[in-house]
T-cell receptor
Framework: AQSVTQLDSQVPVFEEAPVELRCNYSSSVSVYLFWYVQYPNQGLQLLLKYLSGSTLVKGINGFEAEFNKSQTSFHLRKPSVHISDTAEYFCAVGFGGGSEKLVFGKGTKLTVNP | SAVISQKPSRDICQRGTSLTIQCQVDSQVTMMFWYRQQPGQSLTLIATANQGSEATYESGFVIDKFPISRPNLTFSTLTVSNMSPEDSSIYLC????????????FGQGTRLTVV
């Protein structure tokens, strides 16, 4: 079965510290990978996506992610976080055909403290 | 990028009643999707709505409970019928713009509380 696992439900960090949010998936077919951010009381906004090509993907707000096919992972990183990065982050996987029928992870709540 | 408007943004409803959520897109799209986000949970796809055909429901969701309309390429509605407190969730409309830059866009969501 196709599934997406976000290993950490909550990640507290201090401002200007680096952060990594982990995402693993299980699939026997080609996948498309996405990270979305949800700020409090708002909809989802795309941070970055991997469709093909370079496995290191850069997104908005200084975030980047690396697709590792052998480890079936797509971890999200930022070298220095800001308080404004406090939000819920969702990893999503499209199993073939683009982003239709996305399967979402349970989300990681990132809290950046001063 | 597609801009999606959802109405209402939030509502508090009595159990046993129904609520219809509207989703308006600023461009014509083939596929529209409805998701549910239960409190503290991730997003779960309810159904896919294509214009001119019946919606396709995911496992665990049925048309009698979540009837969907898709009258044209820019609009869809989701009805949550005979509501119970377990239906309290955020309901999100999504559209996909395919091709090389395939990406899903989401509305702001409808926060439903059933009392």
């Amino acid at each position: 079965a196709q599934s997406v696992t976000q290993l950490d439900s909550q990640v507290p960090v201090f401002e200007e510290a680096p952060v990594e949010l982990r995402c693993n998936y299980s699939s026997s077919v080609s996948v498309y990978l996405f990270w979305y951010v949800q700020y409090p009381n708002q909809g989802l906004q795309l941070l970055l996506k991997y469709l093909s090509g370079s496995t290191l993907v850069k997104g908005i707000n200084g975030f980047e992610a690396e697709f590792n096919k052998s480890q079936t992972s797509f971890h999200l990183r930022k070298p220095s976080v800001h308080i404004s990065d406090t939000a819920e982050y969702f990893c999503a996987v499209g199993f073939g055909g683009g982003s239709e029928k996305l399967v979402f992870g349970k989300g990681t709540k990132l809290t950046v403290n001063p | 990028s597609a801009v999606i408007s959802q109405k209402p943004s939030r509502d508090i409803c009595q159990r046993g009643t129904s609520l219809t959520i509207q989703c308006q897109v600023d461009s014509q799209v083939t596929m529209m999707f409805w998701y549910r986000q239960q409190p503290g949970q991730s997003l779960t796809l309810i159904a896919t709505a294509n214009q001119g055909s019946e919606a396709t429901y995911e496992s665990g969701f049925v048309i009698d409970k979540f009837p969907i309309s898709r009258p044209n390429l820019t609009f869809s509605t989701l009805t949550v019928s005979n509501m119970s407190p377990e239906d309290s969730s955020i309901y999100l409309c999504s559209v996909e713009e395919g091709g090389v830059n395939t990406e899903a866009f989401f509305g702001q969501g409808t926060r439903l509380t059933v009392v």
